[in-house]
């Protein structure tokens, strides 16, 4: 009997950033190898801080240290960064995806290395902005990946391949526009059945958007006003990405504990970052479900009292009242006077002639 093959599912996992601090340059790092920049002769570098202009070129040199007991191989490539979907982490590109930035612009003299165990090896790379390019702020990464792929076990099995990345802080000269922008703001209430039997939240969500050049550290404040104006929320939220990276988003979620059961009113949102700020707003109706199903039941009994009343004293429905109207409808324009009437004379009617 033929053995089936193995379903394999791939995740890579790009551990990026200060996720570790290690002597000399706080190097990104995932216990088993680290990426860092190769100190200069100033000081250590914790990332690559770049500033060039279009059609300039530099080199550099990126370090890989193998912490194990065994060599590993590694390949390198560069690759743009962005900002998750879920929380607005820093992540970046994997190797198959289509670069526009420092992964495009930037080439490793070697596409792979192979590092001894305990043993650090110093590779150079050079990046070279291209003429034309979109002044601001360009992000990304250095990429060491594991290539090998652990298998897992069990009928649909989980291959975990590894990476771990220097981040590079481009920016191109030339103008510089800080924006950012809250869109999509929506909010949905979770309340009791009974009002006063129970909690009443609400749940915010708005997307977050860098619609200019430069990386943002933004801040988002939350107010809510319920009728006549009255403040019903004022607070600053969390869970804000610290870098919003140029031209992504991100969706956020924000919780509102003890929301009014019976209020209508506004949620406005504003973000605000160095150079930019803007707000958006979405109206909120608090109504229990009960109250609305006792106003619909009240509602409907009232018709119903209503018309057996009409019946009982012989007046007409509303619907033959109407029809009743609509029979009777006079000119919109002013009545003239009817001419008089011209009678008519009679032509005499002729005898017959008497024969002789």
């Not at 379903?7 to 680290?34: E, F, H, Q």
């Not at 979405?282 to 057996?308: D, I, K, N, T, Y």
């Given at each position: 009997?033929?053995?089936?093959?193995?379903?394999?599912?791939?995740?890579?996992?790009?551990?990026?950033?200060?996720?570790?601090?290690?002597?000399?340059?706080?190097?990104?790092?995932?216990?088993?190898?680290?990426?860092?920049p190769v100190a200069s002769k100033i000081a250590a570098r914790p990332y690559f801080y770049l500033s060039l202009d279009p059609g300039q070129t530099l080199t550099d040199k990126v370090a890989v240290a193998n912490k194990t007991g065994r060599p590993l191989t590694f390949r390198l490539y560069a690759a743009d960064a962005y900002n998750t979907a879920r929380d607005g982490g820093f992540a970046v590109r994997t190797v198959a995806e289509k670069m526009r930035g420092v992964g495009a612009w930037a080439k490793l003299s070697k596409p792979r290395v192979t590092v001894p165990p305990h043993r650090t090896v110093t590779v150079p790379f050079t990046l070279r902005v291209p003429q034309g390019a979109e002044p601001g702020d360009h992000p990304g990464a250095i990429v060491a990946l594991d290539e090998h792929v652990d298998p897992g076990a069990g009928a649909l099995a989980l291959g975990v391949?590894?990476?771990?990345?220097?981040?590079?802080?481009?920016?191109?000269?030339?103008?510089?526009?800080?924006?950012?922008?809250?869109?999509?703001?929506?909010?949905?209430?979770?309340?009791?059945?009974?009002?006063?039997?129970?909690?009443?939240?609400?749940?915010?969500?708005?997307?977050?958007?860098?619609?200019?050049?430069?990386?943002?550290?933004?801040?988002?404040?939350?107010?809510?006003?319920?009728?006549?104006?009255?403040?019903?929320?004022?607070?600053?939220?969390?869970?804000?990405?610290?870098?919003?990276?140029?031209?992504?988003?991100?969706?956020?979620?924000a919780r509102w504990r003890d929301a009014p059961q019976l209020d209508r009113g506004d949620?406005?949102?504003?973000?605000?970052?160095?150079?930019?700020?803007?707000?958006?707003?979405?109206?909120?109706?608090?109504?229990?479900?009960?109250?609305?199903?006792?106003?619909?039941?009240?509602?409907?009994?009232?018709?119903?009292?209503?018309?057996?009343?009409?019946?009982?004293?012989?007046?007409?429905?509303?619907?033959?009242?109407?029809?009743?109207?609509?029979?009777?409808?006079?000119?919109s324009g002013p009545v003239r006077p009817s001419p008089p009437a011209v009678p008519t004379p009679s032509r005499p009617r002729s005898s017959p002639s008497a024969r002789p």
């Open positions: 009997m033929r053995r089936r093959a193995q379903p394999y599912v791939l995740l890579l996992s790009l551990l990026l950033g200060a996720l570790l601090t290690a002597s000399p340059a706080r190097a990104a790092d995932n216990g088993s190898w680290s990426v860092y391949q590894r990476a771990v990345g220097a981040r590079v802080y481009l920016r191109v000269s030339g103008p510089t526009l800080p924006a950012v922008a809250v869109e999509n703001v929506h909010i949905s209430h979770h309340q009791p059945l009974v009002p006063g039997l129970g909690d009443s939240t609400a749940t915010i969500t708005y997307t977050l958007h860098n619609t200019g050049n430069i990386t943002l550290n933004p801040r988002v404040r939350l107010r809510a006003q319920g009728l006549f104006g009255r403040t019903l929320l004022s607070r600053t939220l969390t869970g804000i990405p610290s870098e919003l990276l140029p031209g992504e988003q991100v969706r956020l979620t949620v406005t949102l504003t973000a605000s970052a160095t150079g930019t700020s803007e707000s958006a707003s979405a109206s909120f109706l608090a109504l229990p479900w009960l109250v609305l199903a006792l106003v619909f039941v009240a509602g409907v009994a009232g018709g119903a009292l209503f018309a057996r009343l009409r019946r009982g004293r012989g007046l007409p429905s509303p619907a033959r009242y109407l029809r009743a109207r609509r029979g009777r409808v006079r000119p």
